[in-house]
């Protein structure tokens, strides 16, 4: 099992950056991607970020391509989410997943951004 902590959210206003944090625990073996997803009322979870097992890779939503910058640490088993150049249309809900190679992910509880107009 492996368990997901997101932390960093909060209230911004348009134009601020916020720093979400992911802390990996459990039998973390094994991750491989890590992505960063989020929820707004009324709409679909969609992926805004994924950052590779070694952290070379990395993919964007277009609609954040630009303002957020994934990454890992892995010796600490942390995976980040800098957000810049906020807007309201960033408020949501933002959740942290992690894939294993055999296929099973896992995902945190969440952490509310809100970005108000």
Known sequence: QVQLVESGGG????GGSLRLSCAASGITIGINVIGWHRQ???KQRELVASISSSGGITSYADSVRGRFTISRDNAKNMVYLQMNSL???DTAVYYCNAVKLN?????GQGTQV????
Do not use: F, M, N
Not at 11 to 14: F, G, N, P, R, S
Not at 103 to 107: E, F, L, T
Not at 114 to 117: E, F, N
């Open 103 to 107: 296929g099973r992910d896992y995902w």
């Open 40 to 42: 707004a009322p009324g």
């Open 11 to 14: 209230l911004v206003q348009a």
């Open 87 to 89: 807007k309201p249309e």
């Open 114 to 117: 809100t970005v108000p107009s």
